[in-house]
Structure formats: structure tokens, C-alpha cells
């Protein structure tokens, strides 16, 4: 077919891929004139792409492998520690309660590895290493007369004033028998100088057993998550 | 049962006034060489006060043994509250010299 100027502006005649290779620029095409329908499939590759809008990634997304993320921030227990009472500690014989205030040391039975960082705890005041949100327990035995044992969580959030946080009872113990306590509590640490926890016991059931063998009260503190 | 240092000292206070140092995973650590006081109201008893205050907890143990067989065999309140309606006094004081002759108070 014979190739056609016309005086109306238009060429006719052309073949497909009749013009030389490289004739063609971006600036012979108009704006905004090549839709999707121009393009074959994967003629977009990684260097093509300019950086993609959080708001494209939107409906049922493509799965995408953990391996190939970066920058998340940290997850799951990034700090857990154990720590055992060492010497029995007496009840204080009434319904009050006390402050547990020594014979509290990190374990050293030789199963136990610290995850991450340990607390530190100063007259039974324990003070956490990071903030984020902590999962506090105490597992407390208790026995040697007759009687009821108590135990209880105590939290701050500055440095002063404590508050309950769980409070727990058994009245099993004596002097032949155990009673065994649990308290535990999520604590949001915002601060480690202000937020900081304690232990209390209380009763009449003679003692909170303490001692390495076995480890029959112990305290754990576990870094669930970011604050 | 057989009674330790430690139990000898928690008979003498409440809290957690005592403690040991030098900590092992077998608790021999619990000896009077490595006690230590942290309560500065409380006076360390001297190692012979301990050794005697522990030989007493024993001796008084020991000594109440038949106490304490007596007390496993009795019946219980309501079955002893029940043998007296039907059996008269008498006969429930027979029940119990049954206990107490096969346990005798040394």
C-alpha cells in the first residue's frame, strides 16, 4: 500500500512496524495516550516501577514471605527471666499484708537461660530493664502449720504509691500439708524509673517455702510486647 | 518430718528477716556460716541458740508423735457426736480409750 500524506494532517498507508526501530520517542506520544492494552505482560519489571503508594495495596494482596520483610519492629517474648525465693520467708501471722523485701535472686537452676535482659530488684522491689508491656507472676508454696496463706501483686507507676494488682488465697496449708498461690498481672511499663512491682505475703500458715531445691516459690517476668 | 536451721529462725519472727548467702541448686547453702540478718531490728542468734532451738523443735515432734496417731484415728466430730446420740457417753469414751491405749502418751 502506498503511503499517503494527506492534506487533513493524517499519514495512511503505514505497515505495522513500518517505521524505523527507534523512531518513535516519548515526545511524538501525547500525554497520558499508552493504557495497559499497549503493554505485554511483564514489560514492567523492578527497575520500571517508581515507588508505590501505601494506598495501591489495597483488596486480596499476594502472599508474602516474612523472610522478605524488613524493619518490623520486634515481636513476641524479647525478655524473660526467673527468679527463685531463697530462703523461706515467715507469714506475717494476720490477714495484712507484708512487703517480701529480700532472698530473691535470679535462677540458677541448670535448665534456665535468661531471654534478653534480667530485672533488677532492690529490697523485693523489682525494677524492669525496657519498657513494654510485661507478664508478672509469682507461684508462691506455702506450709509449715496450720493455717491460710496469702499473696498478692503490687504495682507502681511512680516509684511511690503501690496498688493491687491480683491477690490470691489458699488455706490448705499445714503443717504436713502445702497450699500453693498464684498471682499474676500484665504490667505497662512507660517508664522504667516510675513503674515497678513487689510482692506481698501474708496469713498464718507459717511460711513461703524459699530454697533451690526445689525451687518451690518463684517470681517470673516476661516482655510480651512494645508499650 | 526433721527440722532445719531455717525453720528454728522462721519460729523466731515474721518476714523476711533472715537469709543465706553463697546460694547452690542443692540448698546447702542454708547453714548458720552463711546466714546473714537484713532486718537491723533483729538480733543474729548466736550458733548454739540455733542448734538448741533446733534440737527442741525436734524433741517437741518427736514427743507428740502418739498425738498425732491419735488424732489420724479418732473418728470424726460428727461420727463421735453420733455415737453419743445412739450409744450413750459411756460407750463413745469406750470408742476413744480404744485410740488412746493403742497410742500412749510416753
Known sequence: MAIVINGSGTVTGLSVGGLPDGTVDAGTLATN???????IDGAVDDSHMAAMAASKLTGALPAISGASLTNLPAQGITDYSVWLLTSSVGLNGSSSFADITANQAE???????????????????FTFPSTGYWLVTGHFQAGGSQGYARAQLMATTNNSSY?????????????SDYGYLQVHGLIDVTDTSNVKVKFQQGGTAGRFDGGTSPPATQFTFARIGDT | MTFTLEDYLLSLHS???????????????????????????????????CTAGVAAMQE???????????????????DQLDDIYHNGIDAW??????????????
Open chain 1, 33 to 39: 495516550s499508552v493504557d495497559s492494552a499497549e503493554l
Open chain 1, 107 to 125: 535462677s540458677g537452676q541448670p535448665s534456665y537461660s535468661r531471654i534478653g535482659s534480667a530485672m533488677t530488684v532492690s529490697s523485693g522491689v
Open chain 1, 163 to 175: 496498688a493491687e494488682v491480683m491477690r490470691s488465697q489458699d488455706e490448705s496449708g499445714s503443717q
Open chain 2, 15 to 49: 518476714g523476711s528477716w533472715f537469709g543465706f548467702t553463697n546460694v547452690t541448686n542443692d540448698n546447702s547453702y542454708k547453714k548458720y556460716a552463711n546466714l546473714v540478718i537484713h532486718d537491723d531490728t533483729k538480733s543474729k542468734p548466736s550458733e548454739s541458740d
Open chain 2, 60 to 78: 517437741d515432734w518427736d514427743g507428740k508423735a502418739y498425738a498425732r496417731s491419735r488424732e489420724a484415728e479418732y473418728p470424726s466430730i460428727a
Open chain 2, 93 to 106: 469414751k469406750a470408742t476413744i480409750k480404744t485410740t488412746k491405749d493403742k497410742h500412749p502418751k510416753p
